[in-house]
């Protein structure tokens, strides 16, 4: 029944520590792929094709929108970015449970076309302790924290579109509590539709042969 891998969407606040989070199950599971984005920006130094993204022009983005090929994509700064279909598919007929960190509205999206992935939203255990992640950065300016503050206010009132809000309190608990909730959406009966028809497959057979 462990056969292919499931789709999981990773949201959560600025600051929430999505991508701390990420590295780690990679780091500390097999089992875990990171999905590769398309975009049609140049490569910057030192970055691979295939491994920080899959580069591209933007007539070949379009004609892959147009053949269906992409999970979720937008335009960011003049240039396409999307999540190719067929990247992920292959990491998941191969066991992988593929990770998608991706913001609210683009989580949305996804659980529409894909209603058997799995949202997780990330959180700090309470907004005194996101405004002081944040403030702690020392890398913006206290506009720009108000901005993520106020974006954050506005991602608030969608949490309860997701499956899961996990609290990030400890890296190292919340690395544990995901993979737990993983491993429990696995086995799921709505992700293991084919297990289920051939147990009923072989129970039919049974009755017939005993008729």
């Not at 606040?13 to 990420?22: D, E, Y």
């Not at 970055?47 to 379009?62: A, I, M, N």
């Amino acid at each position: 029944m462990e056969g292919k891998g499931i789709l999981i969407v990773l949201s959560g606040f600025s600051g929430a520590g999505k991508g701390t989070l990420v590295k780690e199950l990679l780091k500390r599971y097999d089992d875990y792929a990171l999905s590769v984005s398309m975009t049609t920006r140049a490569p910057r130094e030192g970055e691979r094709d295939g491994v920080e993204y899959f580069f591209t022009d933007r007539k070949s983005f379009e004609d892959t929108i147009k053949n269906n090929g992409l999970i979720e994509y937008a335009p960011y700064c003049g240039n396409y970015y999307g999540t190719p279909k067929a990247y992920v598919e292959e990491q998941m007929a191969a066991g992988k449970n593929v990770i998608l960190e991706i913001e609210l509205q683009g989580a949305l999206k996804i659980k529409e076309k894909f209603p058997e992935s799995l949202l997780i939203f990330v959180t700090p255990p309470s907004a005194g302790e996101l405004k002081r992640r944040l403030t702690q950065r020392g890398t913006e300016s206290s506009e720009a924290i108000a901005g993520r503050l106020a974006r954050a206010a506005e991602e608030s009132e969608g949490i309860e579109a997701y499956d899961y809000i996990v609290v990030n309190d400890s890296i190292d608990r919340c690395v544990e509590e995901i993979h737990m909730l993983v491993n429990a959406s696995r086995r799921a009966p709505v992700r293991n539709e084919a297990f289920i028809d051939e147990i009923r497959k072989q129970l039919q057979s049974f009755v017939k042969g005993a008729e």
